[in-house]
């Protein structure tokens, strides 16, 4: 399958290399590092910025057997929800979420490696009919990836199927002495657990659309044919956990943007005989995006002054009690399941006349789970105008086991359609 041509149609790479189509192949989004590879995030201030070094996942994966074969289109830094950055494999007019996703769905022996401080696994797996694994916030080493938000976005891997993702999951996994988060994971054992019982929060389908409601409906009912336990369950707090996201996300966003002054890594290319704060200024409005402006803005206003009391650490607050809705349910239950986006792929332009709000908001099956640190799994679950639609399990901590088993078991009922390769 000649790359050059697949990525002309579809916009999946920022950077590949040619490949002879044989042996077993991975790609990293953006964000992450490979020794011979540009890594800018997507962002026009890291552009040239070549390391010298390789990412822990990336020589786990080529230890593992498989070849890097590029690095996928990603919106800038991850920032946001709804990414134009790749084409939809079922559509072309309709957005992608990644280019990771895009690259999973289309290119066979293939796993796509990504990233997810903003949903950014299960959203795309979604929109493109793949299957996507957020693991636990430390099961896979970080070591190597760009930083956003640092208390999220774990990396994770996005699947054509059930038997990849298995494959390739105990390959990342482990501890790492390099990032420290990793070493307190117990160990990933896989085939030991089986999906019994299942928990769907009290009105997850609200505000939905037809499509996704009937969709996600009819795989719950699947589901109890296939002898699963459903339960309806109050979680309290879930409501109130994009807005604690957003908080946390841009605070954490805005220090690790800091890095960028246009001194030490990608860009550097400023008027260096202006005062600092000045070139400081100058050099990230001509570099930055809007939407990395608005987190840089929102973050730094969110810690002044009475402001960190009042939304800062009280959206450390709120996240505890958004975990303990989850542990809570956990406790009596092997998952719980949700849609993964509220609809189908939009096209670019029905993206552009959405409010910032609703862009976001659409993020708030996927951005929960993230929020909390815990492990979901986003797969297939039908199709509309033959555009996939997704829906989520998520479990406890470190049991990535039983989300596995849940995508099996739901992959040997359910037809996963795959896109066709148009050159």
């Known amino acids: 399958m000649n790359l050059a041509d697949i990525n002309k149609r579809y916009n999946i790479f920022s950077e590949f290399v040619p490949h002879d189509g044989k042996g077993f192949t991975f790609s990293l989004s953006d964000d992450m590092i490979a020794k011979g590879f540009q890594a800018t995030a997507g962002s026009m201030i890291l552009e040239g910025h070549r390391p010298v070094y390789d990412s822990t996942v990336s020589v786990r994966m080529r230890d593992a057997g498989a070849s890097l074969?590029?690095?996928?289109?990603?919106?800038?830094?991850?920032?946001?929800?709804?990414?134009?950055?790749?084409?939809?494999?079922?559509?072309?007019?309709?957005?992608c979420g990644s280019g990771a996703a895009c690259a999973a769905s289309l290119i066979d022996d293939h796993v796509a490696l990504a990233?997810?401080?903003?949903?950014?696994?299960?959203?795309?797996?979604?929109?493109c009919g793949v299957i996507g694994l957020t693991p636990t916030q430390g099961r896979v080493s970080r070591y190597g990836q760009i930083d956003n938000v640092s208390s999220m976005g774990p990396i994770g891997i996005i699947a054509p199927n059930t038997?990849?993702?298995?494959?390739?999951?105990?390959?990342?996994?482990?501890?790492?002495?390099n990032d420290p988060v990793s070493c307190s994971q117990p160990e990933l054992k896989l085939g030991k657990s089986k999906l019994k019982t299942v928990a769907v929060p009290k009105g997850i389908t609200?505000?939905?659309?037809k499509d996704v409601r009937k969709a996600f409906d009819d795989s719950v009912e699947m589901l109890k044919g296939m002898s699963v336990?459903?339960?309806?369950?109050?979680?309290?707090h879930l409501k109130y956990s994009m807005a604690a996201h957003y908080i946390l996300a841009c605070v954490e966003g805005s220090l690790n943007f800091a890095t960028y002054c246009g001194m030490r890594v990608g860009q550097q290319n400023g008027d260096m005989s202006l005062p600092f704060d000045d070139y400081f200024t100058s050099f990230r409005t001509k570099y930055f995006g809007?939407?990395?402006?608005?987190?840089?803005?929102?973050?730094?206003?969110?810690?002044?002054?009475?402001?960190?009391?009042?939304?800062?650490l009280r959206s450390l607050g709120i996240r505890q009690l958004v975990l303990d809705d989850h542990k809570k349910i956990l406790s009596k239950y092997d998952t719980i399941l949700t849609p993964s986006m509220p609809f189908i792929a939009p096209k670019s332009g029905e993206i552009?006349?959405?409010?910032?709000?609703?862009?976001?908001?659409?993020?708030?099956?996927?951005?929960?789970?993230?929020f909390c640190g815990l492990p979901s799994i986003s797969v297939p679950c039908g199709y509309s105008g033959g555009m996939?639609?997704?829906?989520?399990?998520?479990?406890s901590h470190w049991n990535e086991d039983v989300l596995i088993s849940a995508a099996e078991m739901w992959e040997n009922s359910f037809n996963i359609k795959r896109p066709e390769v148009l050159l």
């Open 69 to 95: 074969i590029g690095k996928t289109n990603m919106h800038e830094f991850g920032v946001g929800v709804l990414s134009v950055a790749a084409k939809n494999p079922f559509d072309i007019e309709r957005i």
């Open 115 to 127: 990233t997810s401080g903003w949903g950014g696994i299960s959203i795309p797996a979604a929109f």
């Open 163 to 177: 038997k990849i993702l298995k494959k390739y999951l105990p390959a990342i996994s482990g501890k790492d002495v």
């Open 206 to 209: 609200d505000n939905v659309s």
């Open 229 to 236: 336990d459903i339960t309806y369950e109050d979680m309290p």
């Open 290 to 312: 809007q939407e990395i402006k608005k987190s840089i803005i929102s973050g730094t206003y969110m810690t002044l002054g009475d402001n960190r009391n009042e939304l800062y």
């Open 352 to 370: 552009e006349k959405m409010g910032y709000a609703d862009k976001y908001l659409s993020g708030r099956f996927a951005i929960p789970p993230v």
């Open 388 to 395: 996939p639609m997704g829906m989520q399990f998520i479990s």
